[in-house]
């Protein structure tokens, strides 16, 4: 590797401790040496170390306080600020034209269609009510109301499935996905098929009905493809949706 193919030194020193904080040597609330320090393990310029925290802090790894305790300390992200940071990534590669919108419903189906069966197995009495409370009538609902329910029973859903890990991961791709203004365009043709899409999981979760929820989450994700201008689903995602059955029971297997 050449010296102008070599990453920035603040980079590497970043990298470093980003390593060092992920693999549990340094661990929440501990204290990272001093910039002094840094700078003499490192063998680079206090400014360079200044950087590499600057970086660190940015990616909500550390927080630096000043005065005569202060100094860097590692801190542990919330779910939130991790989903939030996994959103602006995946925002940032389909504003780049990196990721199509297809790309992105195919990515919300491997990720939801088990998410939909896992929900049916695991529900609470609660969850299922909360997932009922975002049901509307296409025939009566005003656009706005309906496009702020139609988000929020797919976070209901995913809520509903008992994995906070799914959560973090399916957040992000539904929020972009939203971004993209589809279901605004719909017409009241349209908003009746998402609602009858919406009552058939809601009735699959609610007989705890895993193969049903994720046959309708899957025909749900394929109609968004569908009604998408000039791109759908790839075909690819038909076999992926028909696996899904068998994905979710292989988790469930391993959780007894």
Partial sequence: MSVDDR???YQILA???RAQITSGRLRPGDRLPTEPELCQTSG???STVREALRLLASQNLIVTTRGVSGGSFVVHPTPAQ???AIQTGVALLKASSSVSPAELLEA???VEVPVAGLAARRRTDDQLTALRATLFDPRTADVQTMVA???LFHRALVAACGNPLLELIAHPLQAVSNAMRLPETLDRENWTRVDADHRAIFEAVFRRDPGAAEAAAAAHLEYLGAIMPREG???ALTGTMVTAPAATAAVDASVD
Avoid: G, K, Y
């Fill in 44 to 46: 680079v310029s206090r």
């Fill in 149 to 151: 329910v139609h988000h």
């Fill in 82 to 84: 991790i989903s939030d």
């Fill in 15 to 17: 990298d470093e401790l």
């Fill in 108 to 110: 919300r189906a491997i």
């Fill in 7 to 9: 990453s920035p030194a």
């Fill in 233 to 235: 689903i790839p075909a």
